[in-house]
């Protein structure tokens, strides 16, 4: 085995890969958002090159039950990924009964029991929500189940669609442990990164679309302008469209001209008086897996994660997992189609918060999609919710959706700047949850809950007395 990629994890990574090797057969349990599906795919093939006998299995959450049914299946070792620490109270008594031995690798906030094979950033110090994901946690065990010359660097590339997934590049790259797996992807050959437009789609999309698109940073007669990206476009010295009609996408122009059109984007964004905090955010560091096609959703991460969530959150994670591991055929034209229903979704998602606005509690505001939005997307569409008119980035967003004819599903979202002043969405999501009867837990900046139908109102008010504490 080579180096660590993480000092910090080393010994624990060590000793849950040596548990592993010495497994008779493993089950992997795996969350489904593009976060825990790419952690599947960097444990699958890390168990499968070190010849571990091993079963894939996923959960939208993991709960009691679940857990229960994990215990009666035939496998002596049940490793989980990006999941599994926050459920710790509800997987040790199976562990101390001798159904399973537990091995994890995640990054969410852990609950009160402990575990021999527990591997997490939050337990040595390096931060959850930005610094590691459960993909890169799966990839640290990765790195130390390599036996007999088994070089998985190259999985690096997927952990980081993992980390980009669960959006810990927010701020315009990723940092600390997350810099390290890139390291080792470059070095790999498998991943290249670079300073770019930081616009959603530039593998895919046809320029003025990718324009029109771009919000994150509004930029005046552009952002959601079809005919003001057109003019803008072609009103630059730069050939935009293939021949008179075909308009080209941001891979297919050279160095020099992407150049161009992003100096020109500044400029515009500058005359039109976006304030030079904002106009930073146009530019960020972009990952390209460099082994995937130019010009398709799998070159560049964040492309790349988006089809993952198209799949998992739509009960095909198979579909998702498939293409993780390399398959090019069948899954990749599936997974294309869920992308179309799930970008449909999204945007009709955002309309109807668009439409109906939010509520204000105080501290904290909300919405209630009831079955408008889709309980296993409603957390995206929450966070998306924060750029739009109406929503105020000066406090957290909660969302509810409907989850079954008993239970409501919880997101919440806030901003860096936010945590910054003291909000943990963790500890918001865990305490009005248990107050209400339902339970939650996650990040500091995202974080979700599960609770009865109709305890809504109360839910709320836990929560905004909880955030006003944390920020007051
Ligand atoms: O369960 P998991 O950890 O994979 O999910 C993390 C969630 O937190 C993702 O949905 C991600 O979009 C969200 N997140 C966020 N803003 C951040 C970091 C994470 O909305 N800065
Ligand atoms: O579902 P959503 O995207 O809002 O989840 C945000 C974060 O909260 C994720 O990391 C998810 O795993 C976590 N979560 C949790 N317990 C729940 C719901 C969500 O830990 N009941
Ligand atoms: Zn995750």
Known sequence: MSTAPVPELAETATACADRLHAADSVLVASHIDA?????????????????????????????????????????????????????????????????????????????????????NPLLVGLNGARELSGAGAAYVLARALERDGVDNRDLAATAVVGAVGDMQDSDGELHGANAALVEEGVAAGALAEAKDLAVYGKQTRPLPKLLEYATDTYVPGISNSYSGAVEFLDGLDVACRDGDEEWKRWVDLTDDERQSVASALVRHAVSRGVPASKIERLVATTYTLTDEPEGTELRDASEFSTLLNATARYDRADVGLAV?????????????????????????????????????????????????IRATIVGIVAGMSMGVDGVDRSKPVIAFARESETETKVSSRGTSALVRQG??????????????????????????????????ERFIEHADEIVGDQLG
């Open 35 to 119: 976060d825990g599906l790419t952690s599947a795919a960097v444990a699958d093939a890390a168990l499968e090159r070190a010849g571990i006998e091993h079963e894939q299995v996923f959960f939208e959450q993991l709960d009691a039950e679940h857990i229960d049914r994990l215990a009666t299946a035939n496998h002596d070792t049940v490793l989980f990924t990006d999941f599994g620490s926050g459920q710790l109270d509800d997987i040790v008594p199976h562990e101390e009964a001798g159904a399973f031995t537990p091995v994890i690798a995640d990054h969410h906030q852990p609950a009160d029991a402990e575990t021999e094979f527990h591997l």
């Open 324 to 372: 993780c591991l390399g398959d090019r055929t069948g899954a990749l034209e599936t997974a294309r189609q869920l992308l179309r229903t799930h970008r449909r979704n999204l945007s009709e998602g955002l309309t109807w918060v668009k439409d109906n606005g939010v509520t204000d509690a105080g501290n904290l505001q909300w919405f209630d999609a009831g079955e408008e």
């Open 423 to 456: 909000l943990d969405l963790s500890v918001v999501m865990g305490e009005a949850g248990e107050a209400v009867g339902g339970g939650g837990g996650g990040h500091d900046v995202a974080a979700g809950a599960t609770i009865p139908a109709g305890e809504e």
